[in-house]
Nanobody, 116 residues
Framework: QVQLVESGGGLVQAGGSLRLSCEASGFVFSLYYMNWYRQAPGKQRELVAGIDRLGRTTDYADSVKGRFTISRDNAKSTVYLQMNSLNPEDTAVYYC?????????WGQGTQVTVSL
């Protein structure tokens, strides 16, 4: 059974930091490009960051460049999103996504709320 389980969300003040984790199971994690998406109320889901299978290449939305860092540990089948200098515009549900040669998988999401 494929599972992507996000954790680490919560309430934080503007300027603070959070680290999201997404633990995968049920598929060969190292074969999948991993992404973090987010969806704010009333807005479309947007791609935040992505990382290649070996963790050598990363990509970020312009809105988070320099503040967020995506990383992965293939031995633990886990992808991370370190979020620094958070601001209220970062408030959203954050989703982990596995993008593979045959399938795409999604986690259930974790809420991140940034207060002033």
């Amino acid at each position: 059974q494929v599972q992507l389980v996000e954790s680490g969300g919560g309430l934080v003040q503007a300027g603070g930091s959070l680290r999201l984790s997404c633990e995968a199971s049920g598929f060969v994690f190292s074969l999948y490009y991993m992404n973090w998406y987010r969806q704010a109320p009333g807005k479309q889901r947007e791609l935040v960051a992505g990382i290649d299978r070996l963790g050598r290449t990363t990509d970020y939305a312009d809105s988070v460049k320099g503040r967020f860092t995506i990383s992965r540990d293939n031995a633990k089948s886990t992808v991370y999103l370190q979020m620094n200098s958070l601001n209220p515009e970062d408030t959203a549900v954050y989703y982990c996504n596995a993008d593979g040669p045959w399938n795409k998988y999604w986690g259930q999401g974790t809420q991140v709320t940034v207060s002033l």
